[in-house]
């Protein structure tokens, strides 16, 4: 992991030396997390992250909860990590093109770390930010409100990591919650997949 952050910290100006947050993992896994980075534009530090430390009620975590609740979730649930484990300076978006190719280096330790836990291969991937998505996919992604509106898991041979990916963005203002009306189609569709035997 040394020889990433190495690589990492020539690739983006934006890089943090610090300690990495670790990962969260509830008691009993139904599905995979995965955020961007811990990257924030101020000093805060995590435990884990998300600042999970903080439970639910963590304001880096927090805005997800409804749409957890819609398809049946809760923290308790998932194993949590972040695609880009080290910290930056700033939000995602704004070194959107240094981001994606620091991310390109995290992808096969992201996997390893998957497939040494021994969580199980069909355990589904909710992916919390587009950037991620434009990470994984092997082909160029569609819009954001695509995967919503037509109701589409990306499939594991469709992306690097080999496991089913959900799309299950944030967005401003509640965007994509999937507690609201408008994505009640696509949240159903979620929760009947979680409901899988996936011993």
């Known amino acids: 992991m040394s020889d990433v ?21 509830g008691r009993d896994i139904k599905a995979i997390f995965l955020g961007a980075d811990p990257g924030t534009v101020n000093s805060q530090r995590f435990t884990y992250v998300f600042k999970l430390e903080d439970g639910e009620s963590s304001k880096y975590f927090r805005q997800f909860v409804p749409s957890l609740r819609a398809i049946g979730l809760t923290t308790d649930n998932l194993f949590v990590q972040n695609l880009c484990r080290n910290y930056f300076d700033r939000d995602t978006s704004s070194h959107k093109k240094d981001w994606l190719q620091c991310a390109a280096h995290w992808v096969p330790i992201l996997k390893k ?17 587009y950037v991620i998505l434009e990470a994984l996919c092997k082909s160029p ?3 954001p409100q695509f995967y919503y509106a037509n109701r589409v898991l990306i499939r594991k041979n469709q ?19 999937l507690g609201k009306a408008k994505w009640s189609l696509y949240s159903k569709k979620i929760a009947k997949y979680l409901t899988q035997d996936f011993a």
């Open 5 to 25: 952050l190495k690589i990492v910290s020539r690739i983006s100006p934006h890089y943090v030396q610090h300690s990495l947050p670790e990962p969260y993992a």
């Open 159 to 177: 992306n690097l990591l080999g496991r089913t990916l959900i799309p299950f963005f944030r967005g401003g203002m509640g965007k994509y919650d």
């Open 113 to 129: 770390e998957l497939d040494e836990l021994n969580l199980n291969e069909r355990l589904p991937v909710l992916v919390s930010a």
């Open 141 to 143: 992604c569609k819009e």
